[in-house]
């Protein structure tokens, strides 16, 4: 996914306070909410459900999708 593409999704989910799942290019991933995004500094602070308030860089991620509930 290119870098506007993946900023405009971003900015969509933060808006929305969509829960998602970002699959990382290291193959990390984390499931959460974005807490703030700043798109100037391709930057933003993500709310892991297991690890917490983690900093989260653009370049870093692979895929970002909603999460789905389980038993869905």
């Known amino acids: 996914m290119q870098s ?3 900023k ?3 900015e969509y989910y933060f808006k929305q306070q ?3 799942h970002l699959k990382f290019i ?14 100037d500094k391709d930057l ?3 709310n ?3 690890l917490g308030t983690v900093p989260v ?3 870093e991620i692979e895929r970002v ?5 389980k038993g869905k």
């Open 4 to 6: 506007k593409e993946m």
């Open 8 to 10: 405009l999704l971003l």
């Open 18 to 20: 969509t829960k998602i």
């Open 26 to 39: 290291n193959q990390r991933f984390y499931n959460g909410i974005i807490l703030d995004l700043t798109s």
């Open 44 to 46: 933003m602070v993500f």
């Open 48 to 50: 892991d459900d297991k």
């Open 57 to 59: 860089l653009f370049e």
């Open 65 to 69: 999708e909603p999460c789905m509930e």
